[in-house]
């Protein structure tokens, strides 16, 4: 009996039953505080759960005990030599931060002082150019900013083989030195006993047909900035990321991979190596200037980024493979219905988007575009909008303009039926660093066309200024009963 059932297995009739799943849907994968199915397809599954893992909780509790300890230590030595040494109090580097309207004015009627002419196209590779004072929004002037190169930049390496490795591996043993795969974004040289440690977290997991990887960036600063700014909670925050779609922003000039959570919650974007460089950088800086403005209730119109990870799997059955860095971002129209959507720059240099036939809900207009739009239909707004945008668009570009910032978006989606503009600074995350230069001379030239047109790759200053003045116009302000109300009264 048992010979003949064998003999009915290995016959040439026999066909093997399919599985219920899909080979890219992995169910088997241990579950823990969140119910995460991981699938191939959707890299946001990958980050779920990752955040939604048991290793993920302790590797932050030890983080985050590490950070506080640090933070110690430094005080500590900060005080110890500051008693043993005093000196002149350096001034600080922060931009300072504009409250309300009164403000505002007050430092756009202040004259601007006028940067040196001549031949500055060769300065800025030079980086030789002083910084000088932001102009106001009518009279822009040509002043590039500082030209400092990057430092720390990210060795930014890891593969998915045979096996996933993770740099941890190759580093488990300080003593042993560091491996140069070693991911080391964060790291400095060991100058005192109290360097930063490192902020990402590291994980894999596996079941019986594929492997994963995620790193997690700034793990802790990510963690307390969704808990300031995301009511929702950390597990609302997992469930949205549990599935994805691939979203084709049709318009748009960046390139770039794009999905949109199921929820239409959270945007992901596909980042490059030189963008993770540049956020390796600017990091730090952002948490604490988004922890600032939600302390002191600053208007601001930055997007918020709520997370940066890097992922990879390695599939066995189906041989595919994976590798991408992700930034997670708030989708600004959330729950809205946009009739059209514009991306501005305050550049009006190849910045149109021809329309043929019906436009679709993806179609993201360019500056040419809203030019256009606005000689029959102008973007009114009350005054006390007008203030808040103008305060907050401010703020932010002088925030971005002394990290070296530029190329960014006011992304504007016009909802009809509701009677409201939505707004939102986006793509914050690139410097002004040679490659940036290096287009800024060459468009400048005029090689390439252009019309004799500025290009849209200026200094941070330059930049800053010319998207100011631009927004000042987009934006018409629409005068009530108090408007102009004693200004003929001396006092």
């Known amino acids: 009996m048992k010979m003949l059932f064998q003999n009915f297995l290995s016959g040439p009739m026999f066909t093997p039953l399919s599985g219920p799943f899909s080979l890219d849907e992995h169910y088997m994968l241990p579950p823990f505080k969140l119910p995460v199915v991981v699938?191939?397809?959707?890299?946001?599954?990958?980050?779920?759960?990752?955040?939604?893992?048991?290793?993920?909780?302790?590797?932050?509790?030890?983080?985050?005990?590490?950070?506080?300890?640090?933070?110690?230590?430094?005080?500590?030595?900060?005080?110890?030599?500051?008693?043993?040494?005093?000196?002149?109090?350096?001034?600080?580097?922060?931009?300072?931060?504009?409250?309300?309207?009164?403000?505002l004015e007050r430092s756009l009627s202040q004259k601007p002082t006028s940067g040196r002419r001549g031949s500055k196209v060769?300065?800025?590779?030079?980086?030789?150019?002083?910084?000088?004072?932001?102009?106001?929004?009518?009279?822009?002037?040509?002043?590039?900013?500082?030209?400092?190169?990057?430092?720390?930049?990210?060795?930014?390496?890891y593969?998915?083989?045979?096996?996933?490795?993770?740099?941890?591996?190759?580093?488990?043993?300080?003593?042993?030195?560091?491996?140069?795969?070693?991911?080391?974004?964060?790291?400095?040289?060991?100058?005192?006993?109290?360097?930063?440690?490192?902020?990402?977290?590291?994980?894999?997991?596996?079941?019986?047909?594929?492997?994963?990887?995620?790193?997690?960036?700034?793990?802790?600063?990510?963690?307390?900035?969704?808990?300031?700014?995301f009511p929702a909670g950390e597990e609302a925050y997992i469930r949205s990321l549990s599935h994805c779609i691939p979203w084709i922003a049709r318009g748009g000039k960046s390139g770039s991979t794009f999905l949109k959570t199921t929820d239409?919650?959270?945007?992901?974007?596909?980042?490059?190596?030189?963008?993770?460089?540049?956020?390796?950088?600017?990091?730090?800086?952002?948490?604490?200037?988004?922890?600032?403005?939600?302390?002191?209730?600053?208007?601001?119109?930055?997007?918020?980024?709520?997370?940066?990870?890097?992922?990879?799997?390695?599939?066995?059955?189906?041989?595919?493979?994976?590798?991408?860095?992700?930034l997670v971002m708030e989708n600004l129209f959330y729950g809205r219905k946009m009739d059209k959507v514009f991306d501005l720059k305050g550049s009006v240099r190849n910045r149109h988007v021809k329309v043929s036939g019906e436009e679709t809900e993806d179609l993201v207009l360019l500056d040419e575009n809203l030019l256009k739009y606005i000689m029959d239909h102008p973007l009114y707004i009350r005054t006390h909008s007008k203030t808040a945008l103008t305060v907050a668009i401010y703020n932010d570009t002088q925030f971005l303009s002394s990290r070296l910032v530029m190329d960014y978006s006011l992304l504007v989606g016009i909802d009809t039926n509701k009677r409201e503009l939505v707004v939102g600074i986006i793509d914050y995350i690139r410097t002004f660093t040679w490659d940036k230069k290096l287009e800024m001379v060459v468009k400048s030239s005029g090689?390439?066309?252009?019309?004799?047109?500025?290009?849209?790759?200026?200094?941070?200053?330059?930049?800053?200024?010319?998207?100011?003045?631009?927004?000042?116009?987009?934006?018409?302000?629409?005068?009530?009963?108090?408007?102009?109300?004693?200004r003929d009264v001396d006092c």
């Open 39 to 103: 699938i191939d397809t959707e890299p946001s599954s990958i980050i779920a759960y990752a955040l939604s893992c048991k290793t993920y909780d302790q590797k932050l509790g030890e983080l985050t005990q590490t950070l506080k300890v640090h933070k110690e230590l430094t005080t500590a030595s900060n005080t110890s030599s500051t008693n043993s040494s005093p000196q002149q109090k350096p001034k600080s580097d922060k931009p300072s931060i504009l409250k309300n309207s009164e403000e």
């Open 447 to 486: 090689i390439l066309g252009g019309q004799g047109k500025m290009p849209t790759v200026v200094s941070p200053e330059l930049y800053r200024t010319r998207f100011l003045e631009a927004m000042g116009k987009y934006f018409l302000m629409v005068p009530d009963r108090w408007t102009g109300l004693g």
């Open 264 to 326: 239409d919650r959270f945007i992901l974007k596909q980042m490059s190596r030189l963008e993770v460089q540049s956020f390796s950088e600017f990091a730090p800086h952002y948490f604490q200037y988004i922890k600032l403005g939600f302390e002191d209730k600053k208007p601001t119109a930055l997007a918020k980024i709520l997370g940066v990870y890097r992922i990879g799997f390695r599939n066995s059955q189906t041989n595919n493979t994976m590798k991408q860095d992700l």
């Open 159 to 229: 593969r998915v083989d045979d096996e996933i490795e993770s740099p941890s591996e190759d580093n488990k043993d300080d003593s042993k030195g560091k491996d140069e795969r070693d991911f080391s974004l964060f790291h400095r040289e060991e100058k005192s006993r109290h360097y930063p440690p490192n902020p990402h977290i590291e994980l894999q997991f596996s079941d019986n047909t594929a492997k994963y990887y995620c790193r997690v960036y700034f793990a802790e600063q990510f963690r307390m900035l969704r808990k300031t700014i």
């Open 122 to 157: 060769l300065a800025f590779l030079k980086g030789s150019l002083s910084k000088t004072e932001v102009p106001h929004f009518n009279k822009p002037k040509t002043l590039p900013g500082d030209s400092n190169e990057l430092k720390g930049a990210d060795r930014v390496y």
